[in-house]
């Protein structure tokens, strides 16, 4: 069942925390935005997750009838599925358009009604798009995890949807809720954000566009969601934090050190 992360007349912000099985693959979240009748799913997932997701959002909206599949980056955990969006929907998949050539890697090439004109494409600067008569920003968030990433804040709910900005690695199966205490809850995003992230001058660039924003809340998407004094501990803590290029010296570029690989073990 979903998290409702705001609700009024017009307007629904659901998550679904819950449908990654066990160990097969990274906890994450998927997030639906309903206006009226016009809807939009962020960062749907990938093959694991597609049946799970359809079955999950029948309970809020009839999946084939979603206008907009929001990108934050190129990953497989966040738009591995595209090719059976497309195929089932009429949806526009939004990314940066760093990726508009590469996504079409995933969808298999005898799939009809496929091309271009299914893709808005977001230059570097970010982009308003359109959900019937509100707009969801698609805001620049380069090189915080990807070259080409984005956030995305609906301006009606004033959610910030951070993408892998402000994960966590939570269990799968670990009950969804908002972040009480974060110096409890930081060790589990200190190393992912310390080496999926650029590094701290980039940290800030985005730290500083959000907190002039003001966000009711930012929800990423792993782990669990921010507001209140939890987010602005987060933020504090972002701005300070080396990560990334920051972290990196000849220790790390050695070729004659190297071992072989190890198989996965579970």
């Known amino acids: 069942m979903g998290f409702v992360l705001y609700e009024s007349a017009e307007h629904r912000c659901i998550a679904y925390n819950d449908l990654v099985r066990g160990d097969d693959g990274v906890q994450a979240n998927q997030f639906l935005i309903k206006h009226g009748e016009r809807s939009a799913l962020i960062d749907p997932g990938g093959a694991l997750l597609y049946t799970p997701l359809v ?60 091309g271009p004109d299914r893709y808005l494409l977001v230059a570097d600067e970010g982009a308003r798009i359109a959900l019937g008569d509100v707009d969801v920003l698609a805001l620049p968030a380069h090189f915080m995890h990807s070259v080409g990433n984005l956030s995305f804040f609906d301006e009606t709910s004033r959610i910030l949807f951070s993408g892998d900005i402000c994960s966590g690695l939570v269990a799968s199966g670990m009950p969804y809720g908002f972040v009480e205490d974060f110096d409890s809850y930081r060790p ?29 809340m930012i929800v990423p998407q792993h782990g669990m969601p921010f507001r209140g004094d939890a987010q602005r501990a987060l933020l504090d803590w972002l701005y300070r934090l080396d990560c990334g290029v920051d972290l990196m010296g000849p220790e790390h570029f050695r070729a004659h050190a190297l071992r072989p690989a190890l198989p996965v073990v579970r």
């Open 55 to 114: 079955l999950a959002l029948g309970r809020d909206v009839r999946p084939h009838r979603i206008d907009l599949i929001l990108c934050s980056h190129q990953d497989p955990d966040v738009i591995g599925s595209v090719d059976k969006w497309l195929l089932y929907t009429q949806a526009k998949v939004v990314c940066s358009r760093l990726w508009g050539r590469f996504v079409p890697h995933l969808v298999p090439h005898y799939m009809e009604n496929a």
């Open 188 to 216: 589990c995003m200190e190393g992912f954000h310390r080496r999926y992230m650029a590094g701290n001058r980039i940290v800030r660039l985005w730290v500083d566009m959000v907190r002039e924003l003001d966000p009711a």
